[in-house]
């Protein structure tokens, strides 16, 4: 958070800002120290509405707007209830705030936002992202990438998040005004420093490492819970057969006709509750859907190390190379072969002067590279010192976010299981009753 200059609170946003300004978001939007945005303001994506309008391109399109609402707190504790302040936001909007926050952020697990199509879904499940049911788990999902961001120690104060939840017009010149695009880093960039990187921290490797290994199981657990879905839907509906054939019996029995039209209609109510089912079961997948992209954000984190990390290396190695030209220079031997060694074997050797003017040059050089390598240490430090940090917060919220959505999930289970069990009972009885 950045300083206010006073011990207890700290300011949401930047301090480049006028002395009224500061004051005005003292003000408006000042949070205690250590504390989050969602201390002080209740956020919410009230809903989801489908609208149709031209696109870049001056081409028809429909889209997806969803609606933040905001109110402070207090109002909520003291007892009034004034209307929230509302605006609208399309996905993409979502997408360039999380976009920013990676950029500004580097050392964050930035929480994922929700899939934008639908994947691993069971055949009967619609992969339209403009289905009813698909918009609404958005809406939740949305939702839920908000309360992450403003509960998190860094993320929440900042002033483009602040903004992003209470200006409508004019959000995106703001974010774009950073210059964040500029500051990203190209993937060739990265992937350079993945396979150059001497001396990798063993922490973030196992931790990249891990978070492969996270998205693995939890692709796997969804495409079994998928299969499995599908096997589900089959024997409820297939149920559904088993009321069909006791009506019809019953309709040739007189004694027995009860008792098998009662049975009849358990069963059809039992093949129809299957949808409810596996509805609910769509927002557990969504869960874990959370923290299979969340395995990606760990892994952006640890790619950044490497990248932090080679560009130290690059630094040293270019100081050493230069301590190395001036030694050369001042002894007058070549230790190793170079073209310069060359060139002088054949052209003859340098004057004096021109070895002084050297000489000078690189004394220059080597202070800025002294000078560069201890920025470079300091970077990597306090990087080291920040990811590491936040990597230690996600792994406890990890925890305990996936033992509660498991345990859910088998809960819901058995629940499902004993509603089965009851249907056969009621039947049984209907039988007995025959």
């Given at each position: 958070m950045a300083d206010s200059g006073s011990e207890d609170i700290a300011v949401i946003g930047n301090t480049d800002l006028t002395p009224s300004e500061s004051e005005n978001n003292l003000k408006n939007t000042m949070v205690e120290k250590g504390t989050s945005l969602l201390k002080k303001m209740e956020i919410s994506v009230?809903?989801?509405?489908?609208?149709?309008?031209?696109?870049?391109?001056?081409?028809?399109?429909?889209y997806t707007v969803y609606l933040i609402e905001t109110r402070p707190v207090d109002a909520a504790s003291e007892g009034t209830n004034p209307v929230p302040d509302s605006l609208w936001r399309r996905y993409?909007?979502?997408?360039?705030?999380?976009?920013?926050?990676?950029?500004?952020?580097?050392?964050?697990?930035?929480?994922?936002?929700?899939?934008?199509?639908?994947?691993?879904?069971?055949?009967?499940?619609?992969?339209?992202?403009?289905?009813?049911?698909?918009?609404?788990?958005?809406?939740?999902?949305?939702?839920?990438?908000?309360?992450?961001v403003a509960s998190h120690p860094a993320l929440s104060s900042d002033k483009i998040f602040y903004l992003f939840l209470t200006e409508e017009n004019g959000w995106k010149e703001t974010v774009f005004e950073t210059g964040f695009q500029a500051k990203a880093d190209s993937r060739l960039k990265a992937l350079n420093a993945t396979f150059r990187v001497k001396n990798p921290d063993k922490r973030f490797v196992e931790m990249k490492h891990y978070g492969d290994e996270l998205q693995s199981v939890i692709s796997q657990l969804l495409r079994v819970r998928a299969r499995a879905a599908d096997r589900l839907y089959g024997v409820y509906?297939?149920?559904?057969?088993?009321?069909?054939?006791?009506?019809?019996?019953?309709?040739?029995?007189?004694?027995?006709?009860?008792?098998?039209?009662?049975?009849?209609?358990?069963?059809?109510?039992?093949?129809?509750?299957?949808?409810?089912?596996?509805?609910?079961?769509?927002?557990?997948?969504?869960?874990?859907?959370?923290?299979?992209?969340?395995?990606?954000?760990l892994r952006t984190v640890c790619r950044k190390h490497e990248l932090t990390q080679y560009e130290l290396e690059m630094a040293v190695q270019d100081l050493t190379s230069k301590k190395q030209q001036r030694?050369?220079?001042?002894?007058?031997?070549?230790?190793?072969?170079?073209?310069?060694?060359?060139?002088?074997?054949?052209f003859g050797q340098e004057t004096p002067e021109q070895r002084e003017a050297k000489l000078k040059m690189l004394e220059t050089q080597i202070e800025e590279g002294e000078e560069l390598v201890k920025e470079r240490n300091s970077e990597c430090d306090e990087f080291v010192?920040?990811?590491?940090?936040?990597?230690?917060?996600?792994?406890?919220?990890?925890?305990?976010?996936?033992?509660?959505?498991l345990i859910s999930y088998a809960i819901m289970q058995i629940s499902m299981c004993k509603k089965g069990i009851q249907v056969w009972n009621n039947a049984k009885e209907c039988f007995n009753k025959m």
């Open positions: 009230a809903e989801a509405e489908k609208r149709t309008g031209k696109n870049a391109v001056n081409m028809q399109e429909t993409s909007e979502f997408e360039l705030l999380r976009n920013y926050l990676l950029v500004t952020y580097p050392f964050a697990v930035v929480p994922p936002l929700p899939e934008k199509r639908a994947e691993f879904v069971w055949h009967k499940l619609s992969a339209d992202n403009m289905d009813p049911d698909f918009v609404e788990r958005r809406r939740v999902g949305l939702e839920n990438f908000l309360l992450r509906k297939v149920h559904g057969n088993y009321g069909r054939v006791f009506s019809e019996w019953s309709a040739i029995e007189k004694e027995m006709g009860d008792g098998l039209q009662s049975a009849g209609h358990h069963m059809d109510a039992y093949a129809a509750s299957v949808d409810d089912i596996l509805e609910e079961e769509e927002h557990y997948a969504d869960q874990l859907k959370e923290y299979l992209f969340y395995s990606d954000a030694e050369e220079l001042a002894t007058g031997t070549i230790r190793t072969f170079s073209l310069k060694g060359m060139t002088s074997k054949l010192k920040s990811a590491w940090v936040d990597i230690e917060r996600f792994k406890e919220q990890k925890d305990h976010d996936l033992r509660e959505s």
